[in-house]
């Protein structure tokens, strides 16, 4: 079946501009979790959903990073006046039922800011 | 939080040579650590995992060990192949929170 995807897979923006990333997990998957993975390094957490309701989002780095998932399926991270430390690759996942599951990841999005 | 180091950052082995990698982790009460092998500028894809009840587990030419008591686990590859190189990722949690490694880059030479 569909894997996780995400789009868009690149995303270039200008600093001071705002821009959100989308995620559709795997079809039923009742987990979704945020990752970002700076060049060279592994993934680090930022949010976890089980459903629509946001469990953790203690790797949020600022007030900046929103994530949300109004309908318990589709997910999007919205970065507010982008600065050049958050360009990284965001990594989405979602896993089956509890958030103890395997996690099964998405292509990411290559964010850039300029 | 939970700590998880990972070594060596690279490695290149030649084709049909095994490769091992290590991984600590900080937190005791840590009990899923999957292994993850992410290819350039593709998803990061699960090969292998292992709970804490067991101590290993082998998938064909993959294999992990846990050593709860010291807190390390490895992955090996055995009979290595071209199609094995890529950045291998551990992972630690004790919920539902991954702590990755910062990746080993095995290389395979032909």
């Known amino acids: 079946g569909a894997g996780v995807s995400q789009s868009p897979r690149y995303k270039v923006a200008k600093r001071g501009q705002d821009v959100a990333l989308r995620c559709d997990p795997i079809?039923?998957?009742?987990?979704l979790f945020w990752y970002q993975q700076a060049l060279g390094q592994g993934p680090e957490f930022l949010t976890y959903f089980q459903n629509e309701a946001q469990l953790d989002k203690s790797g949020l780095p600022s007030d900046r990073f929103f994530a949300e998932r109004p309908e318990g399926s589709v997910s999007t991270l919205k970065i507010q006046r982008t600065q050049q430390e958050d360009s990284a690759v965001y990594l989405c996942?979602?896993?089956?039922?509890?958030?103890?599951?395997?996690?099964?990841f998405g292509p990411g999005t290559r964010l850039t800011v300029l | 939080g939970e700590n998880v180091e990972q070594h060596p950052s690279t490695l290149s082995v030649q084709e049909g040579d095994s490769a091992v990698i290590k991984c600590t982790y900080s937190d005791s009460a840590s009990n899923y650590f999957p292994w993850y092998k992410q290819e350039l500028g593709k998803r990061p894809q699960l090969i292998i995992d292992i709970r804490s009840n067991v101590g290993e587990k082998k998938d064909q030419r993959i294999a992990v060990t846990l050593n709860k008591t010291a807190k390390h686990f490895s992955l090996h590859i055995t009979e290595t192949q071209p199609e094995d190189s890529a950045v291998y990722f551990c992972?630690?949690?004790?919920?539902?929170?991954?702590?990755f490694g910062a990746g080993t880059t095995v290389t395979v030479r032909a």
């Open positions: 992972a630690a949690s004790k919920g539902y929170k991954l702590s």
């Open positions: 996942a979602s896993s089956s039922s509890h958030g103890t599951d395997t996690q099964y």
């Open positions: 079809s039923g998957h009742v987990s």
